[in-house]
């Protein structure tokens, strides 16, 4: 019997452990090998660490790098603060029969691509776009302004593209906080900024977290939006990974470099799980 | 006496439903006050309001003689115990009882000694550093009640605190309550949907249904005198006849049920003959064999259906011969009346005193 589960089981989990295994594991262990792997003087490919050295020999990588990790920070703080209004007020103060409504249209505009979405925000945004159109025709401009590749314009790109990943875990988190607590809270002589830190958001911490985990890993790895709403300036790490592999097409490199944004955002999630007092396994249940 | 708390023609209506009907009340300093009703009466609304949770659509509140009218919740000299309690999960006990006085911004040793000294009168001394699960049922109950009492509030707002636990702890707690609130003499306003722990506890009961008082008065007099056929149906058991009003004399009435039987009984307010009544009889009020010689009371005899045996509440369930109803009769357990089996044929009697009629609506 018991040989037969396991059979069951085996039989059952192989396309995930064959997806596992040939897609993620070993072109990752290939890339591992790749990025300790250099040409020496004679042009022959040698176990070195050079590829790693130059990252930190040029400035331009890893100040890059640093913009990186500090914009996907920021980005994923402002979806944050956009975030838990909303999905406070879809839990706690409209009308329960419009909750469905307004999480579906919440939804609506991740039903089209992502790049669909970006080009959206361009024709909105750029010299001969919408927006310049009609702050011209107001009068309110004289001279049509560029506002795409600033990067404002990628941070605000990156935030709605996170926004989902960000509002559903609150949403779930928010929707099992009793109302009553609130209410007692009140009672007790709590002012609105009282009840959002000492209740709404020590009860929303596991949402928060897992929210910010998902958002800050999907804005670091994003490669998109950066490249079409901030342009060549958006200097995102990304497209240096892009540019080894396809540009310079140094694969050694650009695995090298690929591993250094795997370390940073390991880290990054590392740190933020200490701060917040959180083990990763509560936070993926 | 001063009054702490005064209601006055209250109304609440959501849209076309009227959850609080014009009600008016007064609750003087010290007092234990119960609003008795059925769920959906309408008392947690009116609670919310004196909390200031809810606004009332019509009517004033007010508390020490102050307008509460568009003062917040947590602005006013009122605290309430929720239905669930709403402790906050995410502190301990310590940090729990804390908050009201944090909020107050008060001295950090003035609060430890604060929540110290309620902590020790709830009977939960050491239990700052308690998570909230840690606690059982009646520890939280105190809990709630320390972190409302250790801010010293006028009026005491509960909401079916003692709801969610189990029978013999809601006993328990009920004595407990009681017992706490003449200790601190802080007024308590209490709702509930149990008449035992209304008439247990309380100074003075409002009975309240569909949003109305039907009656405001001491637990004593809504058992013994009850003013209106609901008060005399859910504040304790009652048998419920229906009659019309043959003869009467000054406080007296003779009163025939649909099957022919006559009977005596006591008027509150005249009423013609021809009217029609509803007669109610208190259990304990019919005798079981009563003496011969006792001329005044109405009697008539009754099979016993089944027995009902649960301790000092045991009660007979009978038919009386002549009608298709049941009665409920107290059946006193000083082992007396143990010769009484189902299918018996048995003589009761109830004085003219112990009925309580209402013409019919």
Known sequence: MKSQYRWGLLFFLSPVLLWLVLLIVLPQIDLLIMSFRAENDFGELVWSVSN???FFREPIYWLTFVRTAVYSILVTFLTFVIALPIAFYITKVVNPRFQGFLTLLLLLPFWVSELVRVYGWMILLRETGVINHFLLKLGILNQPIEMLYRDATMVLGLVYTSMLFMVVPLLSVLDSLDNSLIEAAYDLGANMWTILFKIIIPHATPGIVSGSIVVFMLTLGNYLTPNLMGGKNSLWFTEQIYNQFIASFNWNQGSAFGFLLLFLSSIVVWLGLKLSRRSLRKVVQ | MQIDLSVQKVTKRFQDFTAVDSVSFEVQTGRFFSILGPSGCGKTTLLRMIAGLTEPTTGAIEIRGKSMAGIPPNKRPVNLIFQH?????????????????????????????????????????????KKID???????????IARCLVLEPTVLLLDEPLGALDLKLREQMKVELKKLQAKVGTTFVYITHDQSEALVMSDAVAVMNHGEFEQIDTPQNLYAQPRTPFVAQFVGDSNAWSGTVRQRTESTAEIETPEGAIFRTKLEKTLEPGTEVDLFLRPEAMLIQPDPSIASLNRFTVVVKSILFDGANSRLLANPLDADKELLVALPQNRQYDYIQVNDKVEIGWDKQSGICFPKK
């Open chain 2, 134 to 144: 840690q606690l059982s049922g009646g520890q939280k109950q105190r809990v709630a």
């Open chain 2, 85 to 129: 309690l709403a402790l906050f999960p995410m502190m301990n006990v310590g940090e729990n009882v804390a908050f009201g006085l944090q909020r107050r911004g008060e001295n950090k040793t003035v609060i430890r000694e604060k929540v110290h000294a309620i902590l020790e009168r709830v009977d939960l001394s050491g239990f700052e550093d």
């Open chain 1, 52 to 54: 790693y050295l130059i």
